[in-house]
């Protein structure tokens, strides 16, 4: 997950995921975030360097399930 600045915008962001070959599963508007999909053989930790130098970008999470009825 990619979080972003929404007054930055998220022009650069999608460019940067072009670029890195990423794809994009689900756009998250309420939250200002995309899930992507990085390339095969693509180190995680790679990608998430990458990605958190982006400009508008605020934070990059690694996917996981959160219930919220704990």
């Known amino acids: 997950l990619i ?5 930055i915008g998220k ?3 999608l460019e940067a995921i072009e670029e890195y070959g990423a794809t994009i599963i ?3 508007r309420i939250i200002n975030s995309v899930a ?3 390339p095969e053989g693509t180190f995680i930790g790679d990608a998430i360097e ?3 130098n982006v400009d508008g970008v605020i934070a990059v999470r690694r996917d996981q399930i959160i219930h919220l009825d704990d």
């Open 11 to 13: 022009d650069a962001l």
């Open 26 to 28: 689900y756009e998250y």
């Open 50 to 52: 990458f990605f958190k």
């Open 36 to 38: 992507i999909r990085i």
């Open 3 to 7: 979080f972003f600045d929404s007054s």
